[in-house]
T-cell receptor, first 112, second 120 residues
């Protein structure tokens, strides 16, 4: 059975801290891994990773994929209160359906 | 670009009635749309894959006669919750894959803002 597991489930940090969110997966016919940020409503896209060892970076956020160990991490440096959200990891298959399997998310709370 | 509009954002209905939720791709054509359901503090659970011009593909455990999906055009998919009951109360989100990503293999989805359904 396909599975995407995120850890920790919940995290509370102070502004300025650096956080690392984890995502491990067991998916048949892996194609890509995606990170989304969900605040109050719709998830917004952060990164898509398809190759091992290549870091994707956007401002204070960065992510990397390890296809051998089947996991990805999302790093956020110098956290701000606006980073408070649920971060979802999703894995896509090599099929025409193009479905994504979502993890349960990590709820990050950044306090001033 | 790549905006998905979902309507309504919030709906309250009586038990036994039907509710229709619309998902529109505003600036691109979407041959495939996905419908998810999300319970509080849980992740997105795929309900069905909606393909333009053909029948939707439902995930195991999702009643196709209860959750009717229609994808009549390249920019619109609808989800109708028929004979809604309180246990159907949830947050429903649609997403769309841009049609031109199909051959590149990219599967980045654009999400609608979601529709919160409350059945009394």
């Amino acid at each position: 059975e396909d599975k995407v597991v995120q850890s920790p489930l919940s995290l509370v940090v102070h502004e300025g801290d650096t956080v690392t969110l984890n995502c491990s997966y067991e998916v048949t016919n892996f194609r890509s891994l995606l990170w989304y940020k969900q605040e109050k409503k719709a998830p917004t896209f952060l990164f898509m990773l398809t190759s091992s060892g290549i870091e994707k970076k956007s401002g204070r956020l960065s992510s990397i994929l390890d296809k051998k160990e089947l996991f990805s991490i999302l790093n956020i440096t110098a956290t701000q209160t606006g980073d408070s959200a649920v971060y979802l990891c999703a894995v896509g298959e090599q099929t025409g359906a193009n479905n994504l399997f979502f993890g349960t998310g990590t709820r990050l709370t950044v306090i001033p | 670009g790549a905006v998905v509009s979902q309507h309504p954002s919030w709906v309250i209905c009586k038990s036994g009635t039907s509710v229709k939720i619309e998902c529109r791709s505003l600036d691109f054509q979407a041959t495939t749309m996905f419908w998810y359901r999300q319970f509080p503090k849980q992740s997105l659970m795929l309900m069905a894959t909606s393909n333009e011009g053909s029948k939707a593909t439902y995930e195991q455990g999702v009643e196709k006669d209860k959750f009717l999906i229609n994808h009549a055009s390249l920019t619109l998919s609808t989800l109708t919750v028929t004979s809604a009951h309180p246990e159907d109360s949830s947050f429903y989100i649609c997403s769309a894959r841009r049609s031109w990503d199909r051959f590149s293999g990219a599967n980045v989805l654009t999400f609608g803002a979601g529709s919160r359904l409350t059945v009394l």
